[in-house]
């Protein structure tokens, strides 16, 4: 297999594998197009893999021009657990080359967009494949367009404008089968249905007289659903014109052969011999039954009680809310999470826990070479030591002996001295009597003067030495002390950074270096992750501002539900899905069983204000166009033949809906439906506008 690495834009890179013709082809055609000048300048493929289905989820198609159209169905759809964006289409012609390669549930397709616009895209779509259902959206409510959506087969129009709960119901319900209207248009479609002739209408009793009597062999047994193709549909005054298509599972969306004619042709043949071998008893039926009209009474003869149908009915009251039960997903992360390294360069000697480990907080977890700081270490305690003798003997003061050399010092000089100012003065008589020169006088008075120099100095040394050391240099010897012990103090830190300890308990993740590695600052040497255990999920702002600081919501973790405590609301919109983050902290004991990444599931019960009626599925009719009707009791009428037994029995009247929200059993539904019409529950295959039923039981 020769896989292709294609980066389309920025967020989804994907892999296209060329292993078939019809995966060439497509693959030519991508590599090829060359978008218009008002397009986007790259075409967006599938977001994951389409080969690897996940189960129960609904895969939908896009099919938009706009970006910004494009970024907010995304941020609609990407919430729902059980929807699955698989790729984006730029335009109609994009989305119909998709679909074969992506086989989508649903499309989300644009009515304007260049090149192919949605209308002719859908219509291609729907003529190739069965199964695909297809959501049009539109700025525009023009009926005229709702009406060629309807033709062409899709199963849905909606307005642009249209709130996000609203999209992803009907894309659930579309893919369950029903039809689906935004808001206000139904209304529209409905004064289109009131112009519908009582000759559709008898062309209509035709056909389910016909389906019944198909019903009603052994020999061929089809349905209503397969004997139409519900995707294209088409009203009843084109039955003769409509394509019997064979029912096929949705899953596969298989191509419609092109040989359908023929056993289309062979389906008849067969119906032609069993009309012969019943002998046209039935047939005979169905021509009576087919010349009365809608509104027309059966004879008082065929009137009994026991000819007319009896029907189930329930009284409906309109509601102007439902309740609807949301998951949120987000994951499970540590609430601490840190990369450890040394502040300081070195060689890693020793690493004391591998992958996996449990530690604590302070747990020594690897070394650095600290030899060279060692012999730092011992220089600067031998340079203290001798700082601290010299205070100590500076605090001491000079010795006795030493004062005492000093003061014989002193009285040696001043003997010197005295001699020396003797031989002066006899040196003056002896130059005045003529006895002498002048020289040696001079000779005795310089070395009186030397004499009284050296006596001068040697009476200042003995002064400093019984006054002591001074209080200043007391003071610098102290502070080149403490000096020296700053700089002890930094080898000792250094010394510690040598160390690499668990700031706090948890498991070691990730071991990214061994001993010999010569490891600089900053550099990660394992990963550390945390016991303690947040969950985040992302939510709409709308929706986070229901969550209070400090509740308790149930989490669905795996299999198991915890109560978790909301601890938090980040005040930062997410750019990418444009949610709210809460944040859920997990009891201390329930840590130990969720790791780091499982998903995480919180459901919210939300109250949606709408008005409607809640019908069982089983009053569910399948109407013209494409959209869902239920069976009304009308107008009673009494027959004179069941007079004396008292029997009311009811014109049947048809009410046009559409489906809101679909719960197990039963629907909301809105459209021409009244507070207070009882509608029939049951049988309504037997059933048909104008035919006269009896209720079981007593009118509510």
């Known amino acids: ?54 189960p129960k989820m609904i895969r939908v198609l896009i099919a938009e021009d706009q970006l910004t159209c494009q970024q907010i169905w995304q941020s609609y759809l990407e919430p729902e657990p059980d929807l699955e964006i698989i790729g984006i289409a730029i335009d109609g012609q994009v989305a119909v080359e998709l679909v074969n390669k992506l086989e989508p549930d649903v499309i989300l397709m644009d ?50 404008s249209a709130p996000p709960q609203e999209l992803v119901t009907a894309i659930r319900n579309i893919h369950k089968g029903y039809f689906q209207l935004g808001q206000g248009l139904i209304e529209k479609l409905d004064s289109e249905t009131s112009a519908i002739s009582e000759q559709q209408l008898e062309h209509a009793h035709h056909k389910q007289q016909l389906e019944q009597a198909l ?41 419609i052969e092109p040989n359908f004619n023929m056993l289309l042709l062979m389906l008849s043949g067969l119906l032609v011999m069993f009309l012969i071998q019943s002998d046209h008893k039935w047939v005979s039926q169905l021509s009576n039954s087919s010349t009365l009209l809608p509104h027309q009474v059966v004879p008082s003869q065929d009137s009994s009680a026991t000819t007319i149908l009896p029907v189930e009915t329930i009284k409906v009251n309109p509601v102007d809310s439902y309740q609807r039960s949301r998951f949120y997903t987000g994951s499970a992360v540590a609430r601490y999470t840190s990369q450890l390294g040394f502040e300081r360069s070195g060689q890693l000697v020793r690493i004391n826990v591998d992958e996996g480990d449990q530690v604590t907080t302070g747990t020594p977890l690897a070394y650095l070479d600290t030899s060279n700081l060692k012999v730092q270490q011992q220089e600067l305690l031998a340079q203290r030591a001798q700082a601290v003798a010299q205070l100590k003997e500076m ?42 020169s002048r020289e040696q006088l001079d000779e005795v008075v310089s070395e009186t003067s030397v004499l009284q120099a050296r006596l001068d100095e040697a009476q200042s040394q003995l002064d400093e030495l019984q006054a ?76 986070a501002e229901r969550i209070q600081l400090g509740s308790t919501w149930p989490l669905q973790i795996g299999a198991q539900t915890y109560q978790a405590r909301v601890s938090s609301l980040l005040p ?42 809640w019908l069982p599925t089983t009053a569910l009719v ?47 539904v809105r459209g021409t439906i009244q507070p207070g019409d009882q509608v029939i529950v049951n049988g309504t295959h037997r059933l048909v506008p104008g035919q006269l039923v009896r209720p079981m039981g007593k009118l509510l």
Request: with cysteine.
């Open 1 to 54: 297999m020769n896989n292709i690495k294609v980066k389309l834009n920025n967020k989804y890179p994907i892999n296209l594998a060329t292993t078939s013709n019809k995966n060439k082809e497509l693959d030519q055609y991508i590599f090829n197009f060359k978008p218009n000048s008002d397009l986007e300048p790259e075409v967006i493929l599938p977001i994951s893999n389409s080969t690897q289905k996940k």
């Open 111 to 160: 009515i304007n967009m260049p090149r192919m616009d949605g209308l002719s895209a859908t219509e291609i779509i729907t003529n190739r494949y069965v199964g695909i259902n297809i959501l049009l959206l539109s700025i525009s409510d023009n009926v005229q367009d709702i009406q060629k959506s309807l033709r062409i087969g899709a199963k849905g129009y909606f307005l642009k």
């Open 215 to 255: 019903n009603g062999s052994d020999l061929i047994n089809l349905s209503k659903s397969k004997l139409l193709c519900p995707e294209r549909a088409e009203p009843a005054s084109n039955l003769e014109n409509s394509v019997v298509v064979f029912p096929q599972e949705t899953s596969q969306k298989r191509l």
């Open 395 to 436: 605090q001491a003061g000079p010795r006795a002996e030493t004062i005492a050399a000093a003061q014989a010092s002193v009285r040696n000089l001043q003997s010197q001295l005295e001699l020396a100012e003797k031989k002066r003065s006899r040196r003056e008589s002896l130059l005045q009597q003529g006895a002498i």
């Open 468 to 543: 002591g050391t001074r209080p200043e240099r007391i003071e610098a010897q102290v502070a080149s002390i403490k000096q020296l012990d700053a700089s002890l103090a930094n080898l000792e830190v250094e010394l510690a950074k040598s160390i690499l300890k668990a700031p706090f308990a948890g498991t070691i993740s990730a071991r990214k270096a061994d001993e010999g590695t010569v490891i600089s600052p900053g550099q990660s040497v394992m990963s550390l992750v945390g016991n303690e255990i947040e969950v985040h999920i992302g939510m709409p702002v709308s929706t």
């Open 572 to 613: 930062v919109l997410d750019s990418s899905t444009r949610t709210v983050t809460v944040v859920l902290t997990l009891d201390n004991l329930v840590t130990k069983a969720v790791s780091p990444g499982q998903v995480a599931r919180l459901k919210l019960v939300e109250q949606i204000p709408t008005s409607g009626f």
């Open 622 to 668: 399948q109407g013209g166009r494409g959209l869902w009707s239920c069976y009304v009791l009308g107008e009673p009428a009494q027959s004179e033949s069941i007079a004396s037994e008292a029997i009311n029995f009811f014109h049947i009247q048809r009410r046009d809906v559409e489906i809101l929200q679909t719960e197990s059993d039963r629907v909301l």
